[in-house]
C-alpha cells in the first residue's frame, strides 16, 4: 500500500531531551516535507527537501533540524525540544520536485513537551 | 508578508445544499492553488489542484474557481451530505507550500 509513515504517533517528553520523529514513504517521491499544525494558526511547513540531500528552510524551520540522506526517509530532528514545540506533525512527500504535484501525508505525530 | 484566509467562520449547512468556502491571498503570485480536506485527527487529503490559467475546475460534486485578478478561490460542494463534514484547507505556493487556517463544514442531515 502506498503510505507516508511516522513514528511515533504520540510522544510526551521534557524540555531539552533530543528527539527525533520519523518519515519514510515507499512511493519513489522525490519532494519530503514537515509540518506542524497548530490551534488557529493552521499548517505550517518546517522544512522541505526537494530531492536527497536537498534541503531547505520552510516558514517556521527554528529549533527543528532535518537530513535527507535517502529517498525514502526524512527524519525531523528536536535537539533540545521547548513546550513551543509541542504540536501536531505532519511529514508529507509528492511526485515531483514542486509542491504542484498531490501532497500525500502521514497520519501525525502528537507531541507535547512538558 | 504573504497572507491566506480562508473563511473564519465555521460552516453549517443543510444536507443537500450547496457549500461555497472562500480562500483570499495577498502578496502572493500563484501558478497553483490546491484544495485539501482533513478530518480531526488526520493528515490532509488533496482533493483539487487548480492552475493560473483554469477558470475553474470539477470533481465529482466539487468546484473550484481561481480568480488571479481578485486573488480569491471559491471551493463549492454541491449536494452536500452528512459525510462531507471536515475541514477544508486552501494551499499555494510552488516550493514551499502554505495553508490557509482552514474551514469546518458541518452538514446536518
Known amino acids: 500500500e502506498a503510505q507516508v509513515t511516522q513514528n511515533p504517533r504520540y510522544l510526551i517528553t521534557v524540555t531539552g531531551k533530543k528527539l527525533t520523529v520519523t518519515c519514510s514513504q515507499n512511493?519513489?517521491?522525490?519532494?519530503m516535507s514537515w509540518y506542524r499544525q497548530d490551534p488557529g494558526l493552521g499548517l505550517r511547513q518546517i522544512y522541505y527537501?526537494?530531492?536527497?540531500?536537498?534541503?531547505d528552510k520552510g516558514d517556521v524551520p527554528e529549533g527543528y533540524k532535518v537530513s535527507r540522506k535517502e529517498k525514502r526517509n526524512f527524519p525531523l530532528i528536536l535537539e533540545s525540544p521547548s513546550p513551543n514545540q509541542t504540536s501536531l506533525y505532519f511529514c508529507?512527500?509528492?511526485?515531483?520536485?514542486?509542491?504542484?504535484?498531490?501532497?500525500?501525508f502521514g497520519p501525525g505525530t502528537r507531541l507535547t513537551v512538558l | 508578508s504573504q497572507k491566506i484566509e480562508q473563511n473564519s467562520e465555521a460552516l453549517n449547512i443543510q444536507e443537500g445544499k450547496t457549500a461555497t468556502l472562500t480562500c483570499n491571498y495577498t502578496?502572493?503570485?500563484?501558478?497553483?492553488l490546491q484544495w485539501y480536506r482533513q478530518d480531526p485527527g488526520r493528515g490532509p487529503v488533496f482533493l483539487l489542484l487548480i492552475r493560473e490559467n483554469e477558470k475553474e475546475k470539477r470533481k465529482e460534486r466539487l468546484k473550484v474557481t481561481f480568480d488571479t485578478t481578485l486573488k480569491q478561490s471559491l471551493f463549492h460542494i454541491t449536494a452536500s451530505q452528512p459525510a462531507d463534514s471536515a475541514t477544508y484547507l486552501c494551499a499555494l505556493g510552488d516550493y514551499k507550500l502554505s495553508f490557509g487556517a482552514g474551514t469546518t463544514v458541518t452538514v446536518r442531515a
Open positions: 502578496n502572493y503570485s500563484p501558478a497553483y
Open positions: 508529507a512527500s509528492s511526485w515531483g520536485q514542486l509542491v504542484t504535484d498531490t501532497q500525500y
Open positions: 512511493m519513489n517521491h522525490e519532494y
Open positions: 527537501s526537494m530531492n536527497v540531500e536537498v534541503t
